[in-house]
T-cell receptor, first 116, second 109 residues
């Protein structure tokens, strides 16, 4: 089944304790991205990756890191989480957004993160 | 900052009616336009995308794009209670996708 797999689904952590949210896709998509979704603010892009070893900041990158060492994986790292990073996080992937056209995202199931 | 605006609703329509959802965007350089449906507690799922001016139909769904007026709309014909969800509009600028905050739709049986 074509899918984007995120783990964990739920996470409660304490301020300052480093954490990683994993994301893996099995569709051979070039483009992967992380979003956070907050009430009233909608989905905001944190980071995106056009392909292996190519990453770029989205609109809200502060406090987050990413890496893209393999095409299928795109982990999101919070080195020192703070309460304002409490949110619902989505990983998403898509075929290339180059001149070949855009086909929209497949989203993962989401990770609900609470930082206390 | 790229703006994608949607009326948050809630929008209520009776079963069998046409639901009309609208989205406006700020940048004329936008390239591609998407509609997603998100059920409560679930992740967004792609309904359809449109690149060119005019209409694109897929089953009960029709997307309409007017680049000159900078709006994109989604029509849902013969609305069903299972269509009750939040509908997200997304616009691609360059290499990034920007989302509106969504319109909540309720279809009343």
């Amino acid at each position: 089944e074509a899918q984007v797999t995120q783990n964990p689904r739920y996470l409660i952590t304490v301020t300052g304790k480093k954490l990683t949210v994993t994301c893996s896709q099995n569709m051979n998509h070039e483009y992967m991205s992380w979003y956070r979704q907050d009430p009233g603010l909608g989905l905001r892009q944190i980071y995106y990756s056009m392909n292996v070893e190519v990453t770029d900041k989205g609109d809200v990158p502060e406090g987050y890191k990413v890496s893209r060492k393999e095409k299928r994986n795109f982990p999101l790292i919070l080195e020192s989480p703070s309460p304002n990073q409490t949110s619902l996080y989505f990983c998403a992937s898509s075929f290339s957004t180059g001149t070949g056209g855009d086909y929209g995202y497949t989203f993962g199931s989401g990770t609900r993160l609470t930082v206390v | 900052q790229k703006e994608v605006e949607q009326n948050s609703g809630p929008l209520s329509v009776p079963e069998g009616a046409i639901a009309s959802l609208n989205c406006t965007y700020s940048d004329r350089g936008s390239q591609s336009f998407f509609w997603y449906r998100q059920y409560s507690g679930k992740s967004p799922e792609l309904i359809m995308f449109i690149y060119s001016n005019g209409d694109k139909e897929d089953g009960r769904f029709t997307a309409q794009l007017n680049k000159a007026s900078q709006y994109v709309s989604l029509l849902i014909r013969d609305s069903q209670p299972s269509d009750s969800a939040t509908y997200l509009c997304a616009v691609k600028y360059g290499n990034q996708f920007y989302f509106g905050t969504g319109t909540s739709l309720t279809v009343i049986p």
